[in-house]
């Protein structure tokens, strides 16, 4: 199989996805890309604005939907279209 053609329709459907609010970004402590599952999300309205926590232990990132990302007072003439905040830490499976 063609890889570079796999690429692009795992691009693509990823696109799809994340247009109809199937899926969203997560960013990783490494910078990578990763995707979860939306759980409320529409095409119309996406609402991303939740903490994702990086267990060290198990290596898991996952979505905290409840908990909701902080307003930031950004300096004049900065705008923001999407915010993210990564914790990472010991999660409630790994806490011993
Ligand atoms: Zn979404
Ligand atoms: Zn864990
Ligand atoms: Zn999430």
Same mark, same amino acid.
């Not at 199989?1 to 693509?12: A, L």
């Not at 309205?45 to 902080?70: A, M, W, Y």
């Given at each position: 199989?063609?890889?570079?053609? +796999?690429?692009?329709?795992?691009?693509?459907?990823?696109?799809?996805?994340?247009?109809?609010?199937?899926?969203?970004?997560?960013? +990783?402590?490494?910078?990578?890309?990763?995707?979860?599952?939306?759980?409320?999300?529409?095409?119309?309205?996406?609402?991303?604005?939740?903490?994702?926590?990086?267990?060290?232990?198990?290596?898991?990132?996952?979505?905290?939907?409840?908990?909701?990302?902080?307003?930031?007072?950004?300096?004049?003439?900065?705008?923001?279209?999407?915010?993210?905040?990564?914790?990472?830490?010991?999660?409630?499976?790994?806490?011993?």
């Amino acid at each position: 199989m063609d890889r570079s053609f +796999d690429r692009v329709t795992v691009y693509r459907t990823l696109k799809t996805f994340l247009d109809k609010g199937l899926i969203h970004k997560v960013l +990783d402590d490494e910078g990578v890309s990763k995707y979860a599952l939306c759980s409320e999300c529409s095409k119309e309205n996406h609402n991303h604005e939740h903490v994702h926590f990086k267990c060290e232990s198990c290596g898991q990132t996952q979505c905290l939907d409840n908990i909701r990302i902080p307003e930031i007072d950004l300096p004049a003439g900065f705008l923001a279209k999407e915010k993210n905040l990564l914790i990472q830490g010991v999660c409630d499976q790994c806490d011993q």
